[in-house]
T-cell receptor, first 117, second 114 residues
Framework: AQTVTQSQPEMSVQEAETVTLSCTYDTSESNYYLFWYKQPPSRQMILVIRQEAYKQQNATENRFSVNFQKAAKSFSLKISDSQLGDTAMYFCAFMKLMRGSNYKLTFGKGTLLTVNP | EAQVTQNPRYLITVTGKKLTVTCSQNMNHEYMSWYRQDPGLGLRQIYYSMNVEVTDKGDVPEGYKVSRKEKRNFPLILESPSPNQTSLYFC?????????????FGPGTRLTVT
């Protein structure tokens, strides 16, 4: 079974600074996807960024980027130029890719990020 | 607008009173799933459905039932709710194709069982 570990229950950062959230996972699969989801106080689950395991290039979405280390099974999220609206719970998630399988997302326990003015 | 809807958004009920949380998607997705979110535990899958009339247990199915009679709807049924089912529930959907990897989440249902 896959497991996802987020070792930082809470983090804080000053506005405009950079912060990195860590995530490690354990799997025997070779094809899979990794995701970071954001959950603001509204509780909506918002996809921030995704990474395909077969791609070596790290994904980037505007101020959000990942450091994907497949051999180390590490998938950290870097937020640059932090904004007050980035305050949220962030979840790392894993999904294996197999035809006909359950496309279950396995989530970490989350990291609560607070951006301070 | 493509979306997943859930009703109700908030529900307070008493132990043992049967309830149903509805989930509907308008994207013609084959795959639908229910998760519950609890503090310190992240989201855990309750049940999933690969298509109409095809459902299976996730990681925490005890105390729940589901049905998939139509492609767009995937209700979550609690026959006899208990306080340990107090949680935030999310429905999600996606197409049943390998190259489509994003799941679309509903807005969540906050359930309190007293």
């Amino acid at each position: 079974a896959q497991t996802v570990t987020q070792s930082q229950p809470e983090m804080s950062v000053q506005e405009a600074e950079t912060v990195t959230l860590s995530c490690t996972y354990d799997t025997s699969e070779s094809n899979y996807y990794l995701f970071w989801y954001k959950q603001p106080p509204s509780r909506q689950m918002i996809l921030v960024i995704r990474q395909e395991a077969y791609k070596q290039q790290n994904a980037t979405e505007n101020r959000f980027s990942v450091n994907f280390q497949k051999a180390a099974k590490s998938f950290s999220l870097k937020i640059s130029d932090s904004q007050l609206g980035d305050t949220a719970m962030y979840f790392c998630a894993f999904m294996k890719l197999m035809r006909g399988s359950n496309y279950k997302l396995t989530f970490g326990k989350g990291t609560l990020l607070t951006v301070n003015p | 607008e493509a979306q997943v809807t859930q009703n109700p958004r908030y529900l307070i009920t008493v132990t043992g009173k049967k309830l149903t949380v509805t989930c509907s998607q308008n994207m013609n997705h084959e795959y639908m799933s229910w998760y519950r979110q609890d503090p310190g535990l992240g989201l855990r899958q309750i049940y999933y459905s690969m298509n109409v009339e095809v459902t299976d247990k996730g990681d925490v199915p005890e105390g729940y039932k589901v049905s998939r009679k139509e492609k767009r709807n995937f209700p979550l049924i609690l026959e006899s709710p208990s306080p340990n089912q107090t949680s935030l529930y999310f429905c999600a959907s996606r197409p049943n194709r390998d190259w489509v990897h994003e799941q679309y989440f509903g807005p969540g249902t906050r359930l309190t069982v007293t």
